[in-house]
């Protein structure tokens, strides 16, 4: 029996018709995009208290799709124990992120507010 050859362009439509199968398939398994919080925080600090409360909330409430990280600073007190943990990358992520005060909140590298309430 003689082997029979496709046309020329039979060989793209199936490529295209692997290829599209792909995308298809592919697409669906994508990665779901998680937002990165870092709150910088001691303590000793009065006014960190209600933003570490409210990102527990946050935490619980959005727990799919937000990731949060807390850096302790050295002020107003150096005896912070998660500080005392960590001091090194404590202290390079606020370099890192010119933090000037306890309580700041970063979303995505962005600065922000973390209403109390």
Known sequence: ?????????????????????????????????IVLGELFTNTSCGPCRPANLKLDTLAIEHSATLALIRYHTWW???ADP???????EN???????????????????????????
């Open 91 to 117: 202290t390079a992520r606020r370099i890192a992120r010119a933090c000037r005060a306890s309580s700041k909140f970063t979303l995505m590298g962005a600065w922000g507010a973390i209403p109390a309430g």
């Open 1 to 33: 029996m003689a082997s029979r050859r496709l046309p020329m362009y039979a060989n793209s439509v199936v490529a295209i018709v692997v290829l599209s199968l792909f995308a298809v398939a592919t697409s669906s398994m994508a990665a779901q995009r």
């Open 76 to 78: 107003p007190s150096s």
């Open 82 to 88: 998660f500080y005392q943990a960590n001091i090194i």
